[in-house]
């Protein structure tokens, strides 16, 4: 491609959630009460899991990180997206773009396997009860946790440093509210092959790993708990699960329904819209349905 043609692009223009005008006020309005929500409730867990004494445990250490992660994650998205509610013509530079996507993939990646430790977490707390604080030891518990940065670190970088390869020309309107992967990629002159390769590579490892973990560590739950005689040790078992499957569920879930629904419908649209559950909705149900339910009822 002649370069003296096209000029190469310094900075974005974000669409976001809507472009329908009486939508505006009420969506600020909405994401801002949601986003305090998440910052109150996922500060107020990271707090008082460190002064409490009693919350120094391998499992209350897991939802310590799990809230650190969905405090940083939601205020990547949350502040432009609300600055997309009220600015006519809301822009991001080339290298802020290529910031939010590096902690996007990063924070993102990171709450997968801390949720896959936690499940590992459970199936030692309920499969071998007598030596979970012999194998759930500080060692192992932060050894998780660093090899969850880890991880989540090179594959951020992997598929940044693959974005920054790429030339952007004219086009520069992001049908999306912040700098998504697949948004991104349609918008590029050169050619995306690499980036496609990265994405499958990096997005099997981290379907496979966390997935049969999570399904291997449950489907071990579930046959301990049915062995169970007393009744009640399957109601406290089942309630000791619950709320990790549930947050399980709202992040996978949530998170495959955006990108395979977006995919097969061929819609930007429904993809961005139901983005908004993993990248909004998730981190302020996790201090909700889990972290703040097991803390006030006192359970592990």
């Not at 309630?239 to 419908?265: P, R, W």
Request: aromatic share 16%; proline share 3%; with cysteine.
């Amino acid at each position: 491609m002649d370069s003296g043609n096209v000029s190469l692009v310094t900075e974005f223009i974000l669409v976001g959630l809507t472009e329908q005008a009486y939508l505006q006020i009420p969506l600020f309005l909405l994401f801002l009460a949601m986003y305090l929500v998440t910052a109150l409730g996922n500060l107020f867990l990271i707090i008082l899991t460190e002064l409490n004494s009693h919350l120094h445990t391998p499992m209350y250490f897991f939802l310590f990180n799990l809230s650190f992660i969905d405090l940083c994650y939601s205020s990547v998205f949350t502040p432009q997206m609300l600055m997309s509610f009220i600015i006519r013509k809301n822009t991001i530079s080339y290298m802020e773009c290529m910031t939010q996507l590096y902690f996007f993939c990063f924070f993102v990646i990171s709450e997968c396997y801390v949720l896959t430790s936690m499940a590992y977490d459970r199936y030692v707390a309920i499969c071998k009860p007598l030596l979970y604080n012999l194998v759930m030891s500080p060692k192992l518990c932060l050894n998780f946790i660093l090899g969850s940065y880890f991880i989540a670190f090179s594959d951020a970088v992997a598929h940044t440093a693959c974005m920054l390869k790429l030339t952007f020309c004219d086009a520069n309107i992001i049908n999306h509210y912040f700098c998504d992967i697949p948004t991104l990629l349609q918008l590029s002159c050169t050619s995306t092959y690499v980036n496609e390769l990265v994405i499958f590579v990096v997005g099997c490892i981290n379907i496979i790993i966390p997935s049969s973990t999570i399904f291997i560590s449950y489907g071990l739950i579930l046959s301990n708990i049915f062995c169970m005689r007393s009744s009640e040790g399957r109601s406290k078992a089942f309630s000791t699960c619950s709320s990790h499957i549930i947050a399980v569920f709202l992040f996978f879930g949530s998170s495959a329904f955006a990108y395979f629904k977006s995919s097969s419908a061929g819609s930007l649209d429904e993809g961005k819209i139901s983005s908004v559950f993993y990248t909004s909705v998730v981190p302020m149900m996790n201090p909700l349905i889990y972290s703040l339910r097991n803390l006030l009822s006192g359970k592990l």
